[in-house]
């Protein structure tokens, strides 16, 4: 434990404490010590896993204090300022006084346990697609509508953001299963929802993902407009990778409507976000990474008709994907696919998609399998013909 806070990294802290002995034969349960921390299960994972960095004094002074570190250990200075919190003992020996006693879980509690189970349903989904997920969270957005009914003042000012979360999430399930109608009515909704809300950076993800709707809606001036629409939010709302997200769906308008130099500048404008740090706490746009926008940019190449800079934005871009996200992987590996027909590397273009079709057989995403039908198009237009029908093959034994 010395040797974890001299490296002066709480994820390796907080997870040398949960594997503590103290705690019995296995170790103290990721959701039990996020619910005293006051943050997700998901969040802590990311925590212990080194993907979130933990810097700001006050998180760091809350985390200290729950974990009873003595303030001569740690490496920062401790915020006299953060306020004390009563929590239960952390360590429970067997007929021992300090056990907490027992007591009726509040709706608050509820609420905060399903935005936890929201972070796994959306890992869940990243790496085997929407399907196996979406039945699980229609019975979620039932539960909530239920106990909502009987809930008042900030407890139902929370459940409506998890609400709003919810059904943003189910929008997404539905665009990325191919059910363009649902998807729109979902986002809908759960835009409606964040009017009597007051987080204003959820508020500002859903207008993105209406206009990312949009954008499989064929309508790339509305798809501008929604897409806009987030950035005259005011500028605290805004994260940098939310912005990179909302520049990135600007980009997108300007390459569907021939705008290379708008487009162009979007883009530059979305990495530079998207490689600034994210709030520590970002449960809405952990995705989105400087890898993510190159997948996202290689798209608006292609619609350009720039094959050449496509390729060039997703091979590097491709060596630093992030594991967990493996659905975004398939569409980027096809994506790929497509730029490598259009400039007549058909052998390449043939195993990209393969490995492609490998993943949409898993996550069922109707975007990549439409990016792997461009690319039969694109092997066709080629007169790679024989190249073509292989992949026709292929996705066809994928999606049966």
């Not at 009914?149 to 189910?170: C, D, K, M, N, P």
Request: charged share 25%; hydrophobic share 45%.
């Amino acid at each position: 434990m010395l040797s974890a806070l001299r490296s002066r990294d709480i994820g390796a802290v907080i997870q040398l404490f949960r594997h503590h002995p103290v705690h019995g034969a296995g170790p103290l349960p990721q959701a039990e010590l996020a619910g005293r921390l006051g943050i997700t299960q998901g969040h802590l994972s990311r925590i212990e896993s080194g993907q979130t960095r933990v810097r700001d004094i006050d998180k760091l002074t809350r985390y200290a204090r729950v974990l009873g570190i003595p303030e001569g250990l740690l490496w920062f200075e401790v915020d006299d300022n953060v306020p004390h919190t009563e929590l239960p003992s952390v360590t429970a020996y067997p007929g021992g006084k300090d056990i907490p006693s027992a007591a009726a879980p509040t709706t608050a509690m509820v609420a905060e346990s399903l935005l936890a189970t929201l972070d796994q349903y959306v890992r869940t989904d990243m790496l085997i697609g929407p399907h196996s997920v979406l039945p699980l969270v229609a019975h979620q957005i039932e539960l909530l509508k239920d106990i909502a009914e009987t809930s008042r003042g900030r407890t139902l000012a929370r459940l409506r953001i998890v609400h709003a979360r919810f059904a943003e999430f189910r929008g997404w399930l539905h665009q990325d299963g191919g059910d363009q109608r649902a998807a729109a009515e979902w986002t809908a909704l759960a835009h409606t929802i964040t009017g009597a809300a007051e987080d204003q950076q959820l508020r500002a993800y859903i207008l993105h993902r209406r206009g990312n709707i949009a954008a499989d809606s064929d309508d790339p001036r509305a798809e501008i407009a929604l897409a806009r629409a987030p950035l005259h939010e005011p500028t605290t709302a805004l994260s940098p990778p939310l912005r990179a997200l909302a520049l990135r769906q600007v980009a997108h308008a300007h390459a569907r409507l021939g705008q290379a130099q708008e487009c162009s500048a979007a883009l530059e404008e979305a990495f530079d976000s998207a490689a600034a740090d994210a709030p520590d706490d970002d449960e809405l746009t952990h995705y989105c990474t400087p890898a993510y926008i190159a997948m996202e940019a290689a798209g608006c190449w292609l619609e350009l008709g720039q094959p050449d800079r496509a390729i060039n934005i997703l091979e590097p871009a491709l060596e630093h994907w992030q594991p967990d996200n493996q659905r975004d992987l398939g569409r980027a590996i096809a994506l790929l696919s497509v730029a490598q027909a259009r400039r007549h590397q058909r052998d390449e273009a043939l195993a990209a998609a393969s490995s492609a079709a490998r993943i949409v057989a898993v996550t069922r995403s109707a975007r990549t399998e439409r990016a792997l039908h461009d690319a039969v198009r694109a092997l066709r237009n080629t007169g790679a013909e024989e190249h073509a029908a292989e992949l026709r093959a292929v996705i066809r034994k994928a999606l049966r």
